[in-house]
């Protein structure tokens, strides 16, 4: 299935909540031929909102893809889409999409701007480099301001937004746009379901603002490429359409503009012209020359052509269970070819695994395809052991991908199994949903016995437990829900640990000397909270004992000396020790660090750390005095206040302990007219008050 991979395009859609992108993506698919009706998410009949949870609570909950074919300008594009949720408690979905798609498809909402999620969202594309567009939606509604958005986008979140069309008419009146790269206005037609358009000469009221945002985009566009600019000062109508759209390509590949478009998807206005700016502007795999990674057995860097010719090599980046064909995985091919029942190398586990069959996906079905090739993304089946993030590739050309790093959870909930039946079923549902979700954890209390359950927030704990009950039949008992704290240390000290043990014939010996201390300012705790630093010279201990002192900290990190929370970070400088040529080995060393972590971590002033989340509450005028009195009291510190479309915008950084159940006592003082979102920012300390509770309370239980 050879085919010129100039006209494919991954493309992510992204958002905050209720900005429109299951409205949008169902568009697509109805303008691609694909559905012949549309889907609405309000009704719970969108093709990519397939879960029973996503369509009873009109969210979007989990990425799904599809693949569509659009024509333009006489080629024939194959574009796989994922649509991506907007609550924050999935943002992991979003993460995940983004390390394998190639373009983004970002919406706002014309009438709230850019909202929190929006940040988080745009902030994860800098950081994987994806070339974006803008789109803003939603153009027919009460307060939608197209040129408000862009600014926003500009202040808010740094980025070099060009409008490349002006609205024709707003809110209920918004029929039409003109075309700033063409200088031509056109209007949607209602009764095609705005499938055509009609050109139409530019409105006289607007003839001076498009002549000022065209001048304002061929500038943009000019300084991109020296024969524009030359052409720009010296006759700016001689520069073509074509060569407008050349200049701008290569700046959004560049990631130094993000064009801004606007429609209305729910109305029918503006996606195909969305969806045509896509393929002219967003790049296709072959615009990426090279993925890197590196060789497992020399550590060396090697680069992998999007060419099927080249040794195969994917990326897995989700997993989900289907009830018919088991463990789906999807991947993103970046070179070679994978065929049908042939066998793949994982260099994770360093296992061969075959490959059963492959999906082409659209939605929760699967449409079966002989083969999957370099820059195209599907589902395999046939797994035994895989994991989000593993590199897939030929056993005889190895190569580890950059894979990708996941937040923490932040809070947790008890679960039981309310029968015995349930016993055995809860343990491999929780094992599939953990396999399905990286953010999602599972861990035993040995004190009391209870499973507890860890993930982004109250919303992410809820759908969980809800699919327990749902798709595995286990019914569960659930507790409070409690904070992940974590601790920290804010001290040094120096330890000497000696672990010694004679029980007849060979005994035991390990003698280490550390230096226990913070982490250095510039060390990257997300890839390693532990900075392990080996100062031995002259062989006082061997070589192949030291990754067991390591080996020890690192395990001993899982639980702190204060409440038994893990340990965000910590530096260990391993500076003398000793060894007995008969009686000392591995394990030896490993608890004699273990040991020294017990015994220094306290002398090192460890403290208590607590998440504290970023809030941000709109709500009407006469509300704001009671809303920020309740952020004061729950220990809130205010960041600032906007005005949005009328409303006041309140941001505060707050404590999650002092979170649980807010949602309600927010509707209750506004008379449920104030909306909140929330997700989470930092770990800080918590106050001393605080720190005492959470401690008594962890001792008690295990005094229990």
Not at 126 to 138: A, L, Q, T
Not at 253 to 276: A, E, H, R, W, Y
Not at 293 to 314: H, L, M, Q, S, V
Not at 445 to 464: K, R
């Amino acid at each position: 299935m050879s085919r010129d991979l100039k006209y494919t395009r991954n493309i992510g859609i992204a958002a905050h909540i209720d900005a429109g992108k299951t409205t949008t993506t169902e568009r697509i698919l109805f303008y691609a031929g694909v559905n012949h009706k549309l889907g609405e998410t309000h009704e719970g009949s969108a093709t990519t909102d397939w879960m029973a949870q996503e369509q009873e609570r009109g969210i979007t909950i989990t990425s799904a893809a599809v693949t569509v074919f659009w024509n333009y300008r006489g080629n024939k594009y194959n574009v796989n889409i994922i649509d991506t949720p907007g609550h924050v408690d999935f943002t992991v979905e979003v993460n995940r999409s983004l390390r394998v798609l190639d373009g983004l498809v970002f919406l706002f909402s014309a009438v709230d701007g850019v909202e929190p999620q929006s940040e988080t969202n745009w902030r994860l594309a800098d950081n994987y480099k994806v070339p974006r567009i803008g789109f803003v939606n939603k153009m027919d509604r009460s307060g939608a301001d197209f040129l408000n958005v862009v600014k926003q986008v500009k202040e808010m979140l740094g980025s070099e937004a060009v409008p490349l069309q002006l609205p024709i008419g707003s809110e209920d009146n918004f029929k039409g746009v003109v075309d700033l790269i063409n200088n031509r206005g056109i209007v949607w037609n209602e009764e095609d379901k705005g499938m055509t358009f009609t050109e139409v000469p530019i409105p006289d009221d607007m003839v001076d603002e498009v002549a000022q945002w065209r001048e304002k985009l061929l500038e943009s566009v000019a300084s991109y490429d020296e024969s524009l600019m030359e052409k720009f000062f010296d006759d700016p109508n001689s520069i073509t359409e074509r060569e407008v759209l050349d200049a701008l390509r290569k700046a959004v590949l560049d990631n130094s503009i993000v064009p801004m478009v606007c429609g209305s998807s729910f109305k029918n206005k503006g996606v195909q012209t969305m969806l045509d700016f896509v393929m002219e502007l967003l790049p296709s795999p072959v615009d990426q020359e090279a993925v890197g990674g590196t060789d497992p057995r020399t550590g060396n860097e090697i680069i992998r052509k999007p060419d099927e010719k080249e040794p195969f090599a994917a990326l897995a980046f989700k997993i989900a269970t289907d009830p018919f064909v088991g463990r789906l995985c999807f991947i993103r091919v970046y070179s070679g070819n994978l065929e049908a029942g042939s066998y793949v190398y994982n260099s994770r586990s360093d296992n061969k695994e075959r490959i059963s069959r492959i999906f082409q996906m659209h939605a929760n079905k699967q449409n079966p395809i002989p083969n999957i090739g370099a820059g195209d993304i599907g589902a395999v089946v046939g797994f035994k052991d895989i994991k989000t993030g593993d590199t897939l590739c030929d056993e005889k050309n190895p190569i580890v991908l950059e894979s990708m790093v996941f937040p923490e959870p932040v809070i947790g909930l008890a679960i039981e199994p309310k029968t015995q039946a349930d016993v055995d079923k809860l343990g491999v549902a929780l094992g599939k949903l953990a396999e399905e979700d990286p953010t999602f954890r599972v861990q035993s209390d040995e004190e009391t016995g209870q499973t507890v359950i860890s993930g982004m927030g109250e919303l992410h704990l809820d759908i969980l437990i809800d699919r327990l009950r749902r798709e595995f039949k286990v019914e569960v008992n659930q507790g409070a829900p409690q904070v992940a704290y974590k601790e920290s240390i804010t001290g040094t000290t120096q330890h000497r640990e000696v672990y010694k043990k004679q029980t007849g014939g060979r005994g035991k010996f390990a003698d280490i000397q550390v230096v226990v201390s913070p982490v250095d300012p510039d060390w990257d705790v997300v890839k390693s909270p532990l900075q392990f630093v080996n100062e031995i010279v002259g062989g006082a201990i061997p070589k192949e004992y030291i990754p067991s002192v390591q080996k020890g900290f690192e395990a001993s990190m899982v639980n702190g000396v204060l409440a038994g929370y893990p340990l965000s970070s910590m530096k260990v400088r391993l500076i003398d020790g000793s060894f007995h040529a008969v009686d000392s080995d591995s394990l030896s060393f490993e608890i004699a660090a273990r040991t020294a972590f017990r015994e220094a971590l306290p002398k090192c002033r460890p403290v208590l750390m607590e998440p504290i989340m970023k809030i941000e509450v709109l709500t009407p005028e006469e509300n704001m005095g009671d809303v920020m009195g309740d952020l004061n009291r729950r220990r809130g510190q205010l960041q600032g206040i906007d005005t949005r479309a009328g409303s006041q915008v309140i941001k505060a950084l707050v404590p999650l302990s002092e979170m649980f159940g807010y949602v309600t006592q927010l509707r209750t003082i506004t008379s449920g007219r104030a909306t909140s979102t929330m997700e989470f920012d930092h770990y800080a300390e918590a106050p001393k008050n605080i720190q005492d509770e959470v401690i008594a309370k962890a001792k008690g239980k295990v005094n229990v």
